[in-house]
Nanobody, 122 residues
């Protein structure tokens, strides 16, 4: 069993930055592929970024967001820069049992956190 807890969301002005964190407990996150997804009101959940040694990003966030892992603390981070109003969403951390792939498909992920709200507004 894996528990994932997100933190770091909040309200930020356009152009600002936030750093989301995901704390994993139960097993080392290095056993999994870790991902971030987001869901805006009235929209489907969409892929943001994933990490398993190498990284994968959705086109809308390339060059602005950076996913990274901290093995010692069993945490995954999402550094978000140059935030836009379109980035407003609930952000979810997720873990995929299969460490041999790095997927952008939500159904490939086995465990999910509760989510943290990110609001980009002036």
């Amino acid at each position: 069993q894996v528990q994932l807890v997100e933190s770091g969301g909040g309200l930020v002005e356009p152009g600002g930055s936030l750093r989301l964190s995901c704390a994993a407990s139960g097993r080392s996150f290095s056993d999994y592929t870790m991902g971030w997804f987001r869901q805006a009101p009235g929209k489907e959940r969409e892929f943001v970024a994933a990490f398993k040694g190498r990284t994968l990003y959705a086109d809308p966030v390339k060059g602005r967001f950076t996913i990274s892992g901290d093995n010692a603390k069993n945490m995954v981070h999402l550094q978000m820069n140059s935030l836009k109003p379109d980035d407003t969403a609930v952000y979810y951390c997720a873990a995929d049992f299969n460490p041999w792939r790095i997927s952008s498909v939500a159904n490939d992920y086995n465990y999910w956190g509760q989510g943290t709200q990110v609001t980009v507004s002036s």
